[in-house]
């Protein structure tokens, strides 16, 4: 079912108009991306380093990009297995998704990020970045591959990449 609001385009038979923000969760560090509007380009925004005496100042962070982005949704890596189960770091991902959900006016969707830091180091390895400089910004580059995939994937079946955060509307 497509979602209210999406219309046949030329990038496929339900693709939304509209910027995304991926966001790459890590237990230091979180990695953003943004799309332009049209769902063409994903670039690499910021990494936000994580704060214990601050948990919840990296949400607010991702809120101001949402906002300064006017973002349609936010999309938030799954970490999987490459058998497709869910783990600690699933569970994690998807309690920091809830929290996000809470602290945005927009949908929040969960979608898979098997192999994306493996591929987010191999884009850096190619591009001639120092294995020692990848940490600075992995992350990024990481949310940047996660949104690329569930571009992809709206272009390919005409619906939002992912499962909805409970509680988040529907665009």
């Known amino acids: 079912m497509t979602d209210p609001g999406t219309a046949p385009t030329a990038d496929g038979p339900g693709f939304r108009r509209g910027v995304r923000v991926a966001v790459d969760v890590g237990s230091v560090r979180v990695g953003v991306a943004r799309s332009d509007p049209d769902g063409i380009l994903a670039t690499p925004v910021v990494t936000i380093v994580r704060d214990s005496a601050a948990p919840d100042a990296d949400l607010a962070r991702i809120a101001d990009v949402v906002a300064e982005q006017h973002a349609l949704e936010v999309l938030v890596g799954l970490p999987r297995s490459l058998s497709g189960r869910s783990g600690p770091a699933a569970r ?9 959900a809470g602290a945005l006016d927009v949908p929040v969707r969960l979608v898979d990020e098997r192999l994306t830091t493996v591929t987010a180091h191999q884009a850096l390895h190619a591009a001639g970045r120092s294995s020692r400089t990848h940490r600075q910004v992995v992350d990024q580059v990481a949310a940047t591959v996660i949104l690329e995939q569930a571009l992809e994937t709206e272009r390919r ?4 990449a992912g499962e909805l955060v409970p509680g988040t509307e529907s665009t």
Do not use: I, W
């Open 157 to 160: 079946t005409g619906e939002p």
């Open 92 to 100: 994690t991902a998807r309690a920091y998704a809830r929290r996000l």
